[in-house]
Every structure is written in structure tokens, then in C-alpha cells.
């Protein structure tokens, strides 16, 4: 090859090549991003509709269903879910993954114009952004009582977000003022005052109006401006709203009312153990370096509460991604530089002494040198997928180099000077490397055109191992041969005689004389081996992606609506004493009244709590977040008991979420539903690996319901709406004015009762209405006033009425078993045939990525038969390397089972990168045999010597590839949990196919050869 007798021509040429190389690497490795994962941008859209004080079926039928029938044309759409709600609703809008989000924007916006939705309702559009996700949450408390941590939080945001990579630091339970106007009922009805006379009264003294410019006689033009504010509290209870005609006594809002300027109500307690918290969310720039942030965001926050004003305050850090990321990415490096020192010690047994180790040990930092260059060119980021495509292929990127050391070696030992050796022994493999090189990188091809999730996950992962193999290949080529022809020298002796005669290399000859002379013993063997494999394969228990142990899970508790925070805190008191008695909790935040979503929307619920538990780093504990979740979610459900409903929640970084399932049921007659929805739900709590099955159905809360009497209204002069909206204005008060205060704060000013109508439901009863005549009557004397049970939600599917069930299964279940059982229960429910299941979440996600996958390996090995046909110019060797690919199946159900791991995603690209490694070993023992036959040789002698002469490389690529994936096999630490199934399948496949691959092949090449074909003698 001229390249190669290029690099040993001009040896300087070649050095300063790979020293530019390697600095180009230096550079590229420091400004590639570090992430967890790549970036997937999902083509999801959101449309958030709000309807004030509409009931769930009021909300489905006026906003959802108009909504929903305009936007289910839109292009690129597969699937539409809603979900109504009390004044909200919320339609999630799944597009095809080629659709690009933002160029539908455009046309969601002008479809939310048209349609016509009630007066009061209004509707907006979201894209779906994983950047807008936190990646670093933690909580600020105070030592003392002493100290307000809201103004501290408040402080520390505004230093924190100027921060590199912070895009904004979010915190929970802001200090907010405001004018509160708590009046008084029975004083209101002594002086004939109603709520919205107050109101009005207030807004028409709170007025800055521009008026006509004046023309003066000096020239000037001047504005006009009528003026009457407020700035304080104390002007508006000072307000006079009437003076008695009889004795000029004026009534002042403050004797009717009391008004003061206070915080804004919190309903939602946050504390850390005994301590009063708040909540800090951090979300960094779109792009930016997860870890980088993560780092430079720490660094200043430790700086800052090491200030004197700050003393006694601490941050419990209750999620870092990019601590995770960092130790994700620390770990898998580190099985990739084990796996390179493993590699290195089967070169050192089997080649001895220092120089030729040395040598082809130079192809694994310079081809992933070269690697960083590429990834930096193509915009990738340094991830778990990246750097475990790396460790992957870390014992790869020396088999190029091996096959060409051990033949440059092998023509040095036949008496040859080491550059011509160099030259002719490189020569003599290089078609064979190119052909193994691309067969392995051809099965990468179905990948990245795979579509969807998969798709856009593994993209990366294909590519680099894709670059490093190119990488290696280069080296091989170059590199190799022109250290060869420097450093090696000739050998005493015939070292290849020496092999011939060694006791392993006898051993393998008469094995293999004995299987050529019992093919058909051999192949039923090895067949029934095959069939037994398959078997095991298809029995195997399967998962989508493996669960990654991230210490960290959310635990919501949801108590009978109407429960009292008072009540709410009491129990979830005992849920922390329960939790904090476990060793490996590190940090546990508790949120009492709502969740971190209630928060943002500026909600609450008292009936609600979410608790963040933090473990300890994986190296110090015993159990995993898994044993630990399942233990501990047992007692705390007994805690709370018949009392309310109990979810862990186990969502990963990778979006997994481990011993969950969730499916819709649709049928568009909504009475049928609800009674299959109870049928199915029947069968599935008989499942015993079912721990847990909830649905929409019940999710029912009580609530207070206000049935207008119209007959009785009508007498007293009153519309239901008029009812309507003075309940309404009287139980949650109004907005009535914004105020400039002295001290240039702008504060909001409520008009309501305070807590009169807040305590008990007789309170509500007796609540006072105005008349047109001016009589007061209460509201049980014109409206039935009771306690009744309602849906909180309503949920639709592609325009059909629908029901969500979420099921929680045992740890030892994996998704296909589970999935069984499921299918059974729900065939036992004899569903009608208008009702429909559709599942989601991990089900969903690999049940789409399976057949991309299985359609990839197919598909990959159909193009490494094309590509060895064309490297061969024949159809009929490349079938016999193609054989080697049913041998790999044997060590994959083998490792598996050995493992207890199951086939998942991960897995099945480890399937499909054994597909083009395993036929490399049958390359260039083929490639070798021609050659042989070429010099002379009958077939059958050809087919002994050339496997006896192949046999020594062929073990050495197979160990080092085997060996370097130790580490990533074992799978040590944080974020090694998605590349082990890879590495435990291509290291059993690798195995089998290496070992049978020596045997199966000469037997093969001796069927399909016409001097062979009949049983050898």
C-alpha cells in the first residue's frame, strides 16, 4: 500500500503529522461540552389553557374539545392527550421526531386564534425544553429563627445568577407584599355596604389620568395630569367612603374594614429536618457545560455564605447534575483507562519483550486523540454515550494494530530486514484490516438513520466508536509499520517454527484435523447449542433502558382534599421521623401544601406534600436507591395508611422510570369506559407482582357545591351569575388596585373577608348577598349549600375519552414479564371492542425502539455481507465469515443469563456492534487461506496452515477487545449503569464466536471448496 511505504519513507513527516494530531486532540478535548447525555430536543409541545373558576367538565367541554379539534390537523402530529382540570387545562402535542418544533410553533399560535373559547378563557403555547429542566436544586436554611432565609435566598439570587451558564436561579417562597383589606361582614351589612361598592370606591380614588396639553404665554407646552394616589396602608383604611347627611359623621374604611400592609399568605411550607428552607432551582444556558456550571455555580455559593452577613446559613444540595455528570463521566473514563491497561498486558503475553507492546499500544491514545478532534468538528459532547463508545471499542482500536505487528514480526522472523518486513507484512493484511474495519463500522449505519428516541440517543454513540475505528485503521496503516521498520530488529531463530511445534499450537491442529474429519458431529452440535440460545434469548426478560442509581427520589403524599395543613404537616412529620432513621439519607426537603409545579404556578394545595430524598454517594452505602425505595415506601404507606396515597418516584437523567407502567383506555362512550376502567382495574390488583394500581377515577375529591335555586333568586331579584361571581369575589377577595408605596415598592391591593368564609362550610351558608332592593339574605336561603364528591380531572386521548392507570411492580419484575401479566389481566376483562388500550412510558418507548432495533441488526447484516463481497470480489467467502454471526447468539443468552441482565436497549446495540466485530476474526483467517492457496497449497493444507498461523492474532484481538471491557462489564460506580449491558454482551458474543469461529469456519470453507467438499481423508 503506498501510504504505508509513504509513513516508512518519510518517518519525520509521519512524527510531526501525529504531534499536530495530538495537540489538535489537546485543544478539542478542552472545549468539548460536558453533559450527561446528548442532546435531544423532543419535537413536544404544550398548550396551557386557563378558564377562572370553571369546573373539570366545564373546562373539557368549552376549551379542551375546541381546542383539540383544531390542533389535531396540525402536520407532523401523532398523538394528543389532555387533561381538564378546575380553571386549567393542559393538551400535550407529540409530533413526529423530523418535525422541528419551532417551525410548527407558528401555526399552533394562529390555530389558538381561531378558535372561539369562552370570554374569560385564554390560551397559550410552550415548547417542550430540557434546558428549562433544573440541574442543580438545593435548600437554604437558617441556624437560627432569628434569621428570615427568604430575604437571604432573595440576596444570594440575584449574586447567584450572574454566574457563567446560569440562565436563571428560580426560589420558592418569595417574600411578596401587599395591602390586604380584610372587611367586616356584619358592619358592611349594618351601613348597607356591599364588596364591590368598597371596591369601586377604591379604584375611583387610586387615579393617575393624563389630561390636555396647555399652551402657556411664555411659549411652553405643557402636559396635564390628574392625580389621586395611594402610598400607603394608612391613606386607604383613612378613606372616607360616606358621611352621615343627619350628623356629619364620616364612615372611614377603617370602620369597616381592617387594612395593613403584610406578606403575602404562604401556603406552602418548605423546611430541611426542624428548619424553615427555601427551595433554589438553577437552570443553566442552552449549550452551556453541565459540569463546568455546576462547578463555577458551587464555588461562588460557598463564597458568598462565607461572608459575615450570611453567617448561619447552610445549602443542603439536594440534586446536581453536574456532580452527577462528573462522576459519571470520572467512572467510565476510568474503565476506559483500565480497559486500555488490560489491553496492554495480553500485548505484553503474547508478543514479549517491550517494543512491539509498545508499539501497537500507541494506537489506543493516539486514535482517541484523533477521536476528540473528530467529535469536536461534529459538534458532540462528551457524555455517557460518547465516552462509553470509547470504552467500548477501547480493545478494538489495537486489533488493526495487532494483526499488522504480529505478521511484520512473523516476516521478520522468516529472515526479512524489518522495513521490508514492515512493508510487505502490511501490505499482505491490509485488505483484510480495511474489510474488518468496515464491516464493524457498517453496522453503525442502520443506527444513525434509526428515527425517533433511539435515533437521536445513539447517533453520537455510532459515530465516535465509528471515529475511533477510522482512527485506529490510520494507525495500523502508518503509524504501526514505520515504528516496526525503526525499532524492530531481527531475531535469532524461526520463531514461527518455534510456535508451530509448541504444545497449544499441536493441540489446536489435532482439534481441528478432528472436527474437519466429524463436520457433521460438529455442525448438529454446535446447531442444537444455537436453537437452545435462541430460546434462552427469547425467554430472556427485557427492559428499555437500565435505571440509573442517581441517590436521589421524590416521595408525593395526598391526603383526602379538604385535609387542613395543620393536618397535612402532622403526618407528614411522621413520614420524615420514618425516613430519617435510614443511614443512607444525606438530605430530605420537605414541601408541605403543594409541589414544586403548585409553586411555580403560584398555587397551592393543603391536602399535598412532596419530600426530596437525597442519598449518600453509591460508594458509601450498601443498598441502591431501588432496595432502599422498596423498604421504605412499604412503611410510609403504612404510615399514612386508608389516610391518602403514597408515590415514590424514580425518574432517572435518561428519562426511565423504573417499576412503573402506565397505559390509557379510550372508547369514546365515556359511560362504558368508567365500567371496563373498574373491570380492568379488577383483575389487575389480583396480579401479585403488582404492588400498587391507581387510575383517574380515583383521583375524586369532596367539594363544597353551591346549587343555585332560580325561582327563589328570581324572587329576591337575583341572577345565578350575579350569585355566582359574589361568592366567588367574596371567598377568595379581589384584586382591586395597585398602589406606589413611600418606598417605591408597587403592591398589590386585595379586597375580600379574611378567613370569615374560609373555617367551616356553615359559615359559607350563612354567607350575606346583597340584593337589587338593598336587603341582605344568605346564601343557604337562595342555594342548596353541600358536600359532594367530583372528579378532579378529566383526560382525553386523541380526541377520545380517556382513563390513565399507573402501576407500581415488584423490583425482581422486569418489563416483558410484567407486560405478560398485564396483557393477561386485561384480557380477562373481555374488553368491548370499541375500547382501546395504548401504552406509554418505558413500554411505549421500547416497544418503538425494538423493531428500529431488530430492523438495524437485520439491516447491518446485510451491509457487512455487502461490504466483505465487495472487499473479496466474491459471493461466496463473505457468506462463510457471515456464519460467524449465529456463533455470537450463544455467548449473548450465556452472558445474560450468567449476568442476570436483561435485554435491553443498551443490549441490543451491543448486538449489533458484535455483528461487525465478530466476523473480523473470520476476515482474516479467510483472507489468510486464500493467500495460502494462492502460494500453492491444497485446501485442506491451506485451511490447517493458515488457521495455525492466524490463530495467535485472532486470540489477541479477541482478549484485548474481550479484556478492555472488563471494567465497563462490572460496572462500577455512578453512570455505568446504561454501557454495562453492552459490554457483558459483546464480551459473552465475542467469546463463543472467537472460540467457534476457529472451527466453524475451516468447516464451513471446506463445504463451500470443490476439492474439500467431500468428507476430508
Known amino acids: 500500500m503506498k501510504i504505508t511505504d509513504f509513513s516508512i519513507k518519510r518517518p519525520v513527516f509521519t512524527f510531526v503529522t501525529m504531534v499536530l494530531v495530538i495537540l489538535l486532540g489537546a485543544v478539542s478535548l478542552l472545549k468539548i461540552p460536558i453533559t450527561l447525555i446528548p442532546e435531544l430536543n423532543p419535537p413536544i409541545g404544550v398548550v396551557v389553557a386557563t378558564y377562572p373558576g370553571a369546573s373539570p367538565t366545564e373546562v373539557n367541554e368549552k376549551v379542551t374539545k375546541p381546542l383539540e379539534s383544531s390542533l389535531a390537523t396540525l402536520p407532523g402530529i401523532q398523538k394528543l392527550q389532555s387533561t381538564s382540570q378546575e380553571s386549567t387545562n393542559l393538551i400535550v402535542l407529540e409530533f413526529d421526531w423530523s418535525t422541528d418544533i419551532s417551525e410548527v410553533q407558528s401555526e399552533v399560535l394562529q390555530r389558538l386564534d381561531m378558535v372561539n373559547l369562552p370570554e ?26 432569628e434569621v428570615d432565609i427568604r430575604k437571604i435566598a432573595e440576596q444570594l439570587e440575584l449574586e447567584l445568577q450572574r454566574q457563567d451558564g446560569v440562565a436563571s436561579v428560580n426560589v420558592s417562597g418569595k417574600i411578596i407584599e401587599e395591602i390586604q383589606i380584610a372587611l367586616d361582614a356584619e358592619a358592611m351589612e349594618t351601613r348597607n355596604l356591599a364588596q364591590s ?120 444540595i439536594l440534586y446536581d447534575q453536574g456532580d452527577y455528570v462528573d462522576l459519571a463521566i470520572s467512572n467510565i473514563g476510568s474503565s476506559l483507562l483500565y480497559g486500555a491497561i488490560f489491553a496492554m498486558l495480553i500485548l505484553f503475553i503474547f508478543l514479549r519483550g517491550l517494543k512491539s507492546p509498545m508499539i501497537v499500544g500507541l494506537a489506543i491514545p493516539y486514535s482517541v486523540i484523533v477521536t476528540f478532534v473528530l467529535m469536536y468538528f461534529a459538534d458532540f459532547s462528551l457524555n455517557i454515550l460518547t465516552l462509553g463508545a470509547l470504552a467500548l471499542g477501547i480493545g478494538m482500536l489495537v486489533d488493526n494494530a495487532i494483526v499488522v505487528i504480529e505478521n ?37 449505519v442502520p443506527v444513525i438513520f434509526t428515527s425517533g428516541l433511539i435515533g437521536r440517543i445513539f447517533t453520537e454513540f455510532a459515530l465516535t466508536i465509528s471515529f475511533s475505528l477510522f482512527a485506529s485503521l490510520v494507525v495500523a496503516l502508518t503509524v504501526v509499520p514505520m515504528l516496526a521498520s525503526k525499532f524492530l530488529s531481527t531475531k535469532n531463530g524461526n520463531l514461527n517454527e518455534q510456535r508451530a511445534h509448541s504444545a497449544f499450537y499441536q493441540s489446536y491442529r489435532k482439534a481441528l484435523n478432528w472436527t474437519l474429519h466429524n463436520r457433521f458431529l460438529v455442525l448438529v452440535v454446535i446447531g442444537a447449542i444455537f436453537a437452545a440460545s435462541c430460546f434462552a434469548l427469547f425467554k430472556t426478560g427485557t427492559e428499555f433502558i437500565p435505571p440509573t442509581d442517581e441517590g436521589y427520589v421524590t416521595v408525593d403524599v395526598e391526603l383526602p382534599r379538604g385535609t387542613s395543613l395543620a393536618a397535612t404537616e402532622e403526618i407528614i412529620t411522621q413520614v420524615e421521623t420514618r425516613i430519617e432513621k435510614e443511614p443512607e439519607v444525606d438530605v430530605l426537603i420537605s414541601m408541605i401544601g403543594g409541589d414544586q409545579q403548585a409553586l411555580s404556578r403560584g398555587t397551592s394545595t393543603s391536602n399535598k406534600a412532596q419530600l426530596y430524598v437525597k442519598l449518600v454517594p453509591l460508594s458509601e452505602r450498601d443498598r441502591s436507591i431501588f432496595e432502599f425505595t422498596e423498604v421504605v415506601e412499604a412503611d410510609v404507606k403504612g404510615i399514612v395508611g386508608d389516610r391518602g396515597e ?178 393477561t389481566a386485561i384480557e380477562k ?189
Do not use: C
Open 829 to 1017: 376483562a373481555d374488553l368491548p371492542s370499541e375500547t382501546s388500550i395504548v401504552f406509554s412510558g418505558d413500554r411505549e418507548l421500547y416497544e418503538n425502539a425494538k423493531s428500529d432495533l431488530y430492523l438495524a441488526v437485520g439491516l447491518a447484516v446485510i451491509l457487512v455481507y455487502i461490504v466483505m463481497a465487495a472487499q473479496f470480489e466474491s459471493l461466496r467467502y463473505p457468506f462463510i465469515m457471515i456464519l460467524s454471526v449465529p456463533l455470537m447468539v450463544i455467548g449473548v443468552a450465556a452472558s445474560l443469563w450468567l449476568t442476570n441482565t436483561l435485554l435491553g436497549i443498551t443490549a441490543v446495540i451491543g448486538i449489533l456492534v458484535l455483528v461487525g466485530i465478530v466476523v473480523n476474526n473470520g476476515i482474516v483467517l479467510v483472507d489468510y487461506i486464500n493467500q495460502k492457496k494462492a502460494e500453492g497449497y491444497r485446501t485442506y493444507d491451506a485451511i490447517i496452515v493458515g488457521a495455525q498461523d492466524r490463530l495467535r492474532p485472532i486470540l489477541m484481538t479477541a482478549l484485548t477487545t474481550m479484556l478492555g471491557l472488563v471494567p465497563l462489564a462490572l460496572g462500577i460506580g455512578e453512570g455505568t449503569e446504561m454501557n454495562q449491558p453492552m459490554a457483558i454482551v459483546v464480551i459473552g458474543g465475542l467469546f463463543t464466536s472467537t472460540l467457534l469461529t476457529l472451527f466453524i469456519v475451516p468447516i464451513i470453507y471446506s463445504l463451500i471448496d470443490q476439492e474439500t467438499r467431500k468428507r476430508a481423508s
Open 646 to 823: 403514597v408515590d415514590f418516584s424514580l425518574t432517572t437523567s435518561s428519562g426511565s422510570s423504573p417499576n412503573t407502567m402506565t397505559f390509557r383506555v379510550t372508547d369514546s362512550d365515556e359511560v362504558r369506559l368508567k365500567e371496563t376502567v373498574k373491570e380492568i382495574q379488577a383483575e389487575l390488583e389480583k396480579v401479585e407482582a403488582i404492588l400498587e394500581v391507581t387510575t383517574d377515577l380515583d383521583a375524586t375529591a369532596d367539594e363544597i357545591q353551591i346549587t343555585v335555586n332560580r325561582e327563589v333568586a328570581n324572587e329576591y331579584g337575583m341572577m345565578p351569575a350575579q350569585i355566582a361571581q359574589t361568592v366567588y369575589s367574596m371567598m377568595r377577595g379581589v384584586l382591586t388596585t395597585q398602589i406606589l408605596a413611600d418606598d417605591g415598592e408597587v403592591l398589590s391591593v386585595y379586597t375580600g373577608f379574611g378567613d370569615t368564609y374560609k373555617t367551616d362550610v356553615e359559615s359559607v351558608k350563612r354567607m350575606k348577598l346583597r340584593t337589587a332592593a338593598g336587603v341582605f339574605v344568605e346564601l343557604q336561603d337562595v342555594a342548596d349549600v353541600s358536600i359532594a364528591a367530583s372528579q378532579t380531572s378529566i383526560r382525553r386521548s386523541d380526541q377520545a375519552a380517556a382513563v390513565a392507570f399507573f402501576l407500581q411492580y415488584e423490583n425482581a419484575e422486569s418489563l416483558s414479564s410484567i407486560s405478560k401479566k398485564v396483557d
Open 120 to 145: 374569560e378563557a385564554n390560551a397559550s403555547f410552550l415548547k417542550f425544553d430540557p434546558s428549562q429542566l433544573p440541574i442543580i436544586q438545593l435548600a437554604l436554611r437558617a441556624e437560627t429563627d
Open 408 to 444: 511484520i514480526e512473523r516476516h521478520i522472523a522468516l529472515g526479512k530486514s524489518p522495513k521490508e518486513a514492515a512493508s510487505i507484512g502490511t501490505k499482505e493484511v491490509g485488505v483484510a484490516i480495511i474489510a474488518s474495519t468496515l464491516t464493524t463500522v457498517a453496522v453503525f
Open 197 to 316: 361598592d368598597i371596591v369601586q370606591l377604591i379604584q375611583a380614588n387610586n387615579i393617575s389620568l393624563p389630561g390636555e396639553s396647555v399652551n402657556t404665554e411664555e411659549g411652553r407646552m405643557l402636559t396635564t395630569r390628574i392625580v389621586s394616589t395611594f402610598t400607603s396602608a394608612e391613606e386607604i383604611a383613612n378613606l372616607t367612603l360616606s358621611v352621615n347627611p343627619l350628623t356629619g359623621e364620616e364612615i372611614k374604611m377603617k370602620d369597616i374594614a381592617t387594612v395593613e400592609r403584610a406578606e403575602q399568605e404562604q401556603e406552602i411550607i418548605t423546611r430541611a429536618g426542624e428548619q424553615s428552607a427555601v427551595l433554589m432551582s438553577v437552570l443553566q444556558e442552552s449549550g452551556a457545560n453541565t459540569a463546568q456550571v455546576s462547578t463555577n455555580f458551587k464555588e461562588a455559593l460557598d463564597e458568598l455564605l462565607a461572608k459575615p452577613e450570611f453567617s448561619g446559613v447552610q445549602a443542603d
